[in-house]
């Protein structure tokens, strides 16, 4: 990853697009230092209300995760422990960040299931994992992400295993919440739709560098990289009204991401690009601002 910067304001969520393999999860786990062992930060910085996150000790961080920046990960199921009852789990979060009294860590813990539980907060919060469905899965993950008041929400791919109906009310959880708490949030996700109604600018991410950022409407309307018309081309459309239609076959992204390990020399998605240029496999191209406002890295929009 390599040359990835941008901004969230309060109460602005900022999406991130890519397939699989972009980066997307690896960004987000960059961001609070929670990369594998054999992933580290070469350079840059992170600056999070006034200081560097790079530059904090490991008994700062224990503060700063969960506390104010707070991350939902993939996969509920995986994220919650199994044999440990959901209030509990809320409530060594809020444990680890403020002192309270048992009554008190109950009553709290209750209070913010409460928020993304329109009732039953009670139920929920003696029920062990195995007990509850995918959608309120995510919902306790949800509320053990808020219980301390975070000033920043990661979201990775937060309704990537629910069905259509369960994504949107998880979806629109989300939405309120932000408005409510004037929450930071970061999107990812690999699908458009999911993102369209939900964020006010949205970063296209490919093989670890922004190809592509600016408002989530104009980049969706009006896409300028190749790379997401390509990705855009995939998908399958929304209302199908015709058989003629159901049976046409989807645009598909010829060849792999490249290797991580071994970027391109040039334009990273140069090899699977249907416009390059000669220039594309030599230097690899710089951010410039193309039509409608939003930044671009292709040589299609810039000097060489």
Known sequence: ????????????????????????STLAAALLRLLPANGHIQKGAVHFEGE??????????????????????????RALHPTIRVGEQIGEVIAAHERLD????????????????SNEAGRIAESFPHQLSGGQ????????AISCGPALLIADEPTASLDPSTQQ????????????????????????????????RLLVL???????????KNVLSSPQHPYTRALLRSLPPQFEKELAQRK??????????PNPAQPATGCRFEPRCTERMDVCAQTEPQETIAAGGHAVSCFKYGAE
């Open 1 to 24: 990853m390599a040359g990835v910067s941008f901004e969230v304001q309060s109460g602005e969520c900022l999406a991130v697009l890519g397939e699989s393999g972009s980066g997307k």
């Open 52 to 77: 560097d996150v790079l530059g904090k000790t490991s008994k700062d961080l224990q503060k700063l995760r969960g506390g104010r920046i707070a991350i939902i990960f993939q996969e509920p199921s």
């Open 102 to 117: 048992r009554h008190a860590l109950r009553q709290k813990t209750v209070q913010v299931l409460a928020s993304v539980f």
């Open 137 to 144: 899965r995510q919902r306790v993950l949800l509320a053990q």
């Open 169 to 200: 009310e998880i979806l629109l959880l989300l939405q309120r919440l932000r408005q409510q708490l004037n929450l930071a949030m970061i999107l990812i996700s690999h699908n458009p739709a999911v993102l369209a109604s939900h964020a006010e």
């Open 206 to 216: 490919y093989a670890g560098k922004i190809a592509e950022m600016g408002p989530t």
């Open 248 to 257: 046409n076959k989807l645009a598909v992204i010829a060849g792999d991401p």
